[in-house]
């Protein structure tokens, strides 16, 4: 059979593919390189969901290469080793399952960085080819079909809305936040409150939040999560137009000699290969997996991998630059048995300085220390160099258990394009299946450490107003590995990018890459938001143009 539309991927940049082309009347069909699981199977064990690889490929198979600027060296080692993990869910609906549901929209500004401030020495920042005014109708249909709640903040730095309101009311918020609000107006800071993916009301097959304490990292069980497979797929399965491959590792795109995808390989779990024909591909693999995809198939065509024959492939790739600012609150500074409530959202974000005269600055959200116990209790067996042991152990957990509580104040910061910032592949190393890993060079723009300082002192200002114990700080140059995004670019320029505006590859007619690899910038947000947004925009241009694309 040949389908109309093939997506490799089921996450948030392939969901809305999904969704928009069924229900148009499309066949689709869709490879995931993970199982199918249904609200049934997921639990709130730490010990399955977090300290195992049960969504996750065991690194020990299927892993990465990390390369890391040492002593002034570029040095390569692999996940296995450390057991630092890039991979964020190999299930139906990706990442998107584990989510923490933050969903803010990028501000016509992050549209264009590079003519608000220039670009600075040693970056390769570049606008977008689209303004904000093209994107914001799709923020629009996000927050009404995957279901967002919230309040919408009047604050100096809030984007334009075609909508007054948020579709759900907002979630239950932690008592804490009475607090924040005092000392955020005491300092002078306006209060952004968060906006969530999360249904705070039933809506159509999904039930609301019930408020279990676990949240990010974990799936959902009640299907208030705005995941792609919860708010997507499933109701695209019901137009009967959709076909979906579980354990399908796609490795190769193939081409013809008019430079466009045929087919594609993927190996199935038990290692046999597969073909899957169709007249157009969109590729939602995830930032790092997708630029990997693309120059592993080397084609007559494409020698250096398909859509790069301009070299522009890996290029660019993009995290979110930042740090923790942690304080700890127990009764001496809030009613212990309001503190200790489990479940509720501390919602509150301050974004003042997500712009300054000077610098693009950033955001900083607040939210509780996971729930998670095993990992509060494992950082409790130090004292200093001594190691705890016993009673002295069992005292301590204690203690912080039932009468202690963590605040964190997490930063985003927009992490800078730059030349070493890259994913490349490397023959010597190879998965379970001989395909060529992943190798992420991890490039970080000094400057994006001093915006990060600067926002760090904010943020221990804010906890010093709350009177806040054990004030602990830790900003990094490493990215967070859960926000990846960039390898595929887009931009009017072939020369410099992947993707045109629309994200269909400049080198191959049919071929749209609609997952973060197409971001030029990444704002100072999770992405996953504007992945929706995007993916939505683009399924909009293939309707409209798909006899054309494919002719």
Known sequence: MIYDVCVIGSGAGAGPIIYELSKAGFKVCVLEKGDIYKRKDFSKDEIATVRRDI?????NEEYHTIEENIDGKWTKFP??????????????????????????????????????????????IEDWPI??????????????????????????????????????????????????????????FSIVKTPRAILSKDNKHRKSCYYSNYCGSYACSSGAKGSSRESLILPALKTNNVKIIANAFVYKLNTNEDK?????????????????????????????????????????????????????????????????????????????????????????????????????????????????????????????????????????IYEKFTKTRTLNMEIFVDWTANDNSFISVDEKYKDKYGVPVANIRIGAFKEDIKVSKFLEKKAIA????????????NISELPAQNLLAGGCRFGDN????????????????????????????????????????????????????????IS
């Open 494 to 549: 072939p020369k410099t990018s992947v993707l045109n505006k629309h994200c269909q590859a400049h080198e191959v007619k049919n071929l749209f890459v609609s997952d973060a690899s197409f971001m030029p910038t990444g704002g100072s947000v999770p992405y996953t938001f504007t992945i929706y947004a995007n993916s939505f925009r683009v399924a909009e241009y293939i309707k409209k143009h798909y006899d054309k694309i």
């Open 260 to 396: 466009k995808i045929v087919s594609v390989n993927y190996y199935t779990k038990d290692k046999k290969s597969k073909e899957i024909k169709a007249k157009l591909f969109v590729v939602a693999a995830q930032a790092v997996e997708t630029s990997r995809l693309l120059l592993n198939s080397k084609t007559k065509e494409f020698p250096n991998g398909v859509a790069n024959n301009s070299s522009n492939v890996g290029k660019n790739f993009l995290s979110t630059a930042g740090g923790i600012v942690s304080g700890t609150f127990d009764e001496t500074n809030m009613n212990l048995k309001e503190l200790l409530k489990p479940g509720l959202f501390v919602n509150r974000a301050i974004k003042d300085f997500y712009f300054t005269d000077e610098f693009k600055g950033g955001m900083i959200e607040l939210v509780f220390d996971h729930a998670n116990p095993i990992k509060r209790a494992n950082s409790l067996k130090w004292d200093g160099s001594k190691l705890l042991i016993g009673e002295a152990l069992q005292n301590k």
């Open 131 to 188: 303004p904000y005014e093209e994107l914001e109708p799709f923020y629009d249909k996000v927050e009404k079909i995957v279901g967002v709640s919230g309040e919408v903040s009047d604050y100096e730095h809030q984007e334009p809305r075609s909508s007054k309101e948020f579709p759900f009311k907002p979630l239950l918020e932690h008592p804490i936040v009475k607090h924040i609000d005092k000392a955020s107006k005491q300092l002078g």
């Open 462 to 473: 804010l906890f010093k107003q709350m009177n806040a114990k054990d004030i602990n700080s």
């Open 55 to 59: 969504y996750t490929p065991s690194l």
């Open 79 to 124: 996940t296995y080793e450390s057991g630092w993990s890039f991979w964020n869910g190999n299930i139906l609906g990706g990442s998107s399952n584990f989510m923490s549901g933050f969903f803010y929209r990028l501000k016509p500004n992050d549209f264009k960085l590079k003519t608000v401030y220039g670009r600075q020495k040693g970056s390769n």
